[in-house]
């Protein structure tokens, strides 16, 4: 399904359940603007955002190469895309089934692996053929979601890992993490510097430096520096440690899907100054709660009318009979909204689209492909969520 603009689709579908508003040239930019900045190899996260959609447009935009996490995602990738894409499976820990399935269907060559058991595995499952890339724990930074928590061994292990790996044959390289949504560039330049520690620790070359996800998104509030800080700040440290001869990799999901995506929800009740919508932390908003998030968000009404009145403060209730579904803070919306207006909710393209339940029976399985821009006009006065207390 195809429309020029949320009116549009507004109009065609008078849609009762919440509508995913896909925007492909969002995503193609945003493929196109890293892929062509960073000297390396970019890996869509495909966990961040799996809707065929979306996929696409990335690929449209130049991107080739996808970290896996599970089997399904690479049969994801290599359905829609053969052997004109690559898969990495770099979640650390696999089934062998899903090794073995992945090696020998869909012949996938790169594992992450953060202990000896991991490399244990991969070695009885697909033998020698293999590019093993020993995951590092950071050390939390400003990041909004801190991921060493779960998952990277310490340099000292690493090391050994790294050593290990090349005593069996293997190509080796080292990954990680520094947190999703990163607030500080410095925290790649160190976590370079700790790859760095663990290269000449395991006194051996990497074949590959994976400098991971991360790259942040400009939600409302969060003054995040711009990507371009984030690649000269991996580059000086690639040049700073010496990283020049192994192969540079990134793995983001956030910066490249979050704009490619806004979720249209219907206002079913109007309680006084609280709106109950069809959608909410148990469909596509959960993100927003678990992270804090603010982003945009505007009202329509049918046939593109403007909604009266001026700004107010509205509580946003989800549809289900849970008291736990309902968006933090205050929402500000035009005073005149009622039941059967629309909220247009921004900047969802990341996570949200990918995490949604079908608790109690609602689901958000209607995609619509949108021309708009996901930013809309910036001279209307923005609307925005505020923050709580
Ligand atoms: C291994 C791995 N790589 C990359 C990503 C993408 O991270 P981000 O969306 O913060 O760029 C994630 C996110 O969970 C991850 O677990």
């Given at each position: 399904m195809k429309h020029k603009n949320i009116t549009a689709m507004v109009a065609d579908l008078n849609p009762d359940r919440p509508v995913v508003c896909l925007r492909p040239a969002e995503l193609v930019a945003a493929a196109q603007e890293l892929t062509s900045m960073f000297p390396g190899d970019v890996l869509y996260a495909v966990k961040c955002n799996p809707l065929p959609g979306v996929l696409r447009a990335l690929y449209r935009g130049g991107v080739r190469h996808f970290d896996t996490a599970s089997l399904n995602e690479v049969e994801l990738i290599r359905g829609m895309f053969g052997a004109k894409s690559t898969p990495y499976f770099n979640h650390p820990i696999k089934a062998r089934s899903a090794i073995k399935k992945a090696h020998e269907?869909?012949?996938?060559?790169h594992y992450v692996v953060d202990t000896e058991a991991e490399l244990d595995k991969i070695e009885q499952v697909v033998g020698s053929d293999a590019i093993i890339s020993v995951r590092l724990a950071t050390a939390p930074g400003?990041?909004?979601?801190?991921?060493s928590s779960k998952f990277g061994a310490t340099p000292t292990e690493g090391a050994r890992l790294v050593r290990l790996a090349k005593n069996r044959g293997y190509e080796v390289g080292v990954a990680f993490h520094?947190?999703?949504?990163?607030?500080?560039?410095?925290d790649y330049y160190r976590a370079v510097k700790l790859a760095a520690q663990v290269r000449d620790a395991a006194g051996t070359e990497l074949d590959i430096l994976n400098v991971g996800g991360g790259f942040p998104a400009p939600y409302i509030g969060d003054d995040v520096p711009p990507l371009q800080d984030y690649v000269g700040t991996v580059v000086k440290a690639v040049e700073d440690f010496d990283f020049q001869n192994s192969v540079l990799q990134c793995e983001p999901g956030r910066a490249l899907a979050v704009d490619g995506c806004s979720i249209l929800t219907q206002v079913h009740l109007r309680k006084d100054r609280t709106l109950y919508i069809n959608d909410g932390i148990f469909g596509t908003l959960g993100e927003l709660v678990y992270l804090k998030l603010r982003v945009k968000l505007r009202a329509h009404r049918k046939g593109g009318q403007p909604i009266p009145g001026p700004m107010g403060d509205f509580t946003l209730y989800g549809p289900?009979?849970?008291?736990?579904d309902v968006m933090p803070g205050v929402w500000q919306l035009?005073?005149?909204?009622?039941?059967?207006d629309w909220v247009e909710i921004g900047q969802?393209?990341?996570?949200s689209a990918a995490i949604t339940t079908t608790f109690?029976?609602?689901?958000?399985d209607i995609v619509s492909e949108v021309?708009?821009?996901?930013?809309?006009?910036?001279?209307?006065e923005p609307v925005r969520i505020r923050a709580t207390a």
């Open positions: 269907e869909h012949g996938v060559r400003i990041a909004l979601q801190h991921m520094v947190g999703s949504q990163c607030k500080d560039p410095d289900t009979c849970d008291p736990v035009p005073e005149g909204i009622q039941e059967g969802i393209g990341a996570y109690n029976g609602f689901s958000t021309d708009e821009p996901a930013y809309w006009n910036e001279t209307e």
